[in-house]
């Protein structure tokens, strides 16, 4: 039976997004395609394709365009191939492999989602809370990452755990955060202990804390299977200032150096009791925050963790200095990321235009597509080194803004419920993006 065009585009689609939704199976099969590994790979993927709910054409088409063996003269099989999944013949093989799950191991230890980007771009369109992706989904799982006190954890195993019971299905969260449990600083961002035997106690939770890990090195984390490969939902509550509120491709380090100076104040590292700290001098008053407290990462690397991490990406409590610093990277107009320009609410206005007046102007509670606004960017640079390699490039279908602090029925961080309280702060945001993956033929 002959395969029709929207099912064989729909197809490529998934079998070119593949190498990005499952980058670690997607490093290992380079050995399947090996010469001598060849003919049993191809067994397990004739198995595989044969098993999987795919149309019969397309399946028998599969099948037909495998060589028998590696390297391959047979450019008939080639030219089908690259036909089928729109890729050369090697990364065709592979990510076909990826796809059909050939080579993973039978002991993976958390499910990873399958969830195609357009399916998760008509959700958000068209539910208010993106958070209930979870009960509509599978699997149900979360990566927090910056977890502070687990208020934002609390909320959300309390409002979706019982759900998820009525389905049978676990809620998998897995929370990070720099801070180490041990340290003296850090004060009410550290995790309380009676919150976090609760959420250890909970039945219908698959619940795992990381203290003193940075987000930006797991790779130790997902070797060991204590971390996913890749979530359904990963979250990020009030991204830290100065961290993520100035981006480091596009302002030098003597800028930054500077414009922390002049806004922070002077700084030195120092020893507090047993422990390392940065002593900050700031308005007539010595502070002491964790060492890292000024390491500058940028939205850059913010973005490219959570789009890599999840199918669908939320920035809560995001303050406006952070917000804008991510809005710069997420427009496609490079005018807006104006070379050692710091963003301010002096020079927000003639950098960001008629964007600007308009999400100004967005009231509390109200929200907005950004791409309705301006045009997105088509894809992002990599700014994170990883263990597989260089990372196929990605970009984000779509981006949601909300503005404001708390909003009914989604779960929200201590801090998001603290700018309720903060008079002289502007209402924050909150960011929902859909990640994806572009090919490359």
């Known amino acids: ?36 590994d060849w003919p049993a790979t191809r067994n397990s993927l004739v198995e595989a394709i044969l098993a999987s709910s795919i149309p019969d054409g397309l399946k028998q088409d599969l099948r037909s365009a495998l060589p028998v063996v590696l390297p391959t003269a047979d450019h008939t099989a080639a030219g089908l191939l690259k036909q ?18 050939v080579g993973r191991p039978a002991t993976a230890k958390w499910p990873l989602p399958t ?61 990070l955060d720099r801070l180490d449990p041990s340290s003296q ?15 250890r106690s909970k039945p219908g939770l698959e619940f795992r804390f990381y203290g003193d890990q940075d987000m930006f090195a797991l790779d130790a984390l997902e070797r060991d299977q204590r971390l996913a490969a890749r979530y359904l939902l990963v979250t990020c509550w009030a991204p830290a200032t100065p961290t993520f509120a100035y981006e480091p491709t596009r302002l030098s380090a003597r800028c930054l150096a500077e414009e922390l100076r002049r806004t922070k104040g002077d700084s030195r590292q120092i020893r507090h009791g047993k422990e390392a700290a940065l002593e900050v001098n700031h308005a007539g008053r010595s502070l002491l925050f964790p060492p890292w407290k000024f390491d500058i990462r940028g939205p850059l ?44 609410a002096q020079t927000l206005p003639e950098i960001f235009g008629e964007t600007y007046r308009q999400l100004s102007a967005l009231p509390v509670g109200g929200s907005c597509l950004l791409s309705d606004l301006t045009p997105l960017r088509k894809s992002f640079p990599s700014v994170l080194h990883t263990a597989s390699g260089q990372p196929a490039p990605y970009r984000f279908r779509q981006v949601k803004i909300q503005r404001g602090a708390l909003f009914e029925g989604l779960p929200a961080s201590s801090t998001a419920r603290r700018f309720q309280g903060m008079s002289e702060e502007t209402p924050p945001w909150l960011l929902t993006l859909v990640p994806e993956p572009i090919s490359i033929s």
Not at 118 to 138: A, G, K, S, Y
Not at 148 to 158: M, R, V
């Open 115 to 175: 969830v195609t980007p357009d399916t998760i771009d008509r959700f958000i369109q068209t539910h208010h809370n993106p958070f209930d992706v979870l009960v509509e989904q599978v699997p149900a799982s979360v990566l927090d990452l910056g977890a502070g006190d687990l208020s934002f954890a609390e909320e959300l195993a309390t409002l979706y755990e019982p759900a998820l019971i009525a389905q049978h299905r676990p809620l998998v969260l897995h929370c």
């Open 84 to 101: 089928l999944t729109g890729l050369p013949l090697t990364k065709a093989l592979r990510a076909l492999c990826v796809f059909f799950k």
């Open 1 to 36: 039976m002959p395969v029709d065009s929207d099912s064989l585009t729909a197809f490529r689609r998934q079998v070119t997004s593949a190498r990005s939704l499952d980058a670690p199976l997607w490093e290992a099969s380079r050995h399947l395609v090996d010469p001598t």
């Open 301 to 344: 690397a913010l973005l490219e963790l959570m789009a890599r991490r999840g199918a669908l990406c939320v920035l809560g409590a995001v303050d406006s200095q952070v917000c804008w610093e991510i809005l710069s990277q997420l427009i496609d107009d490079s005018r807006v990321r104006p070379t050692d320009v710091v963003l301010s």
């Open 185 to 199: 600083l850090g004060g009410p961002l550290h995790a309380p202990p009676l919150r976090l035997n609760r959420l």
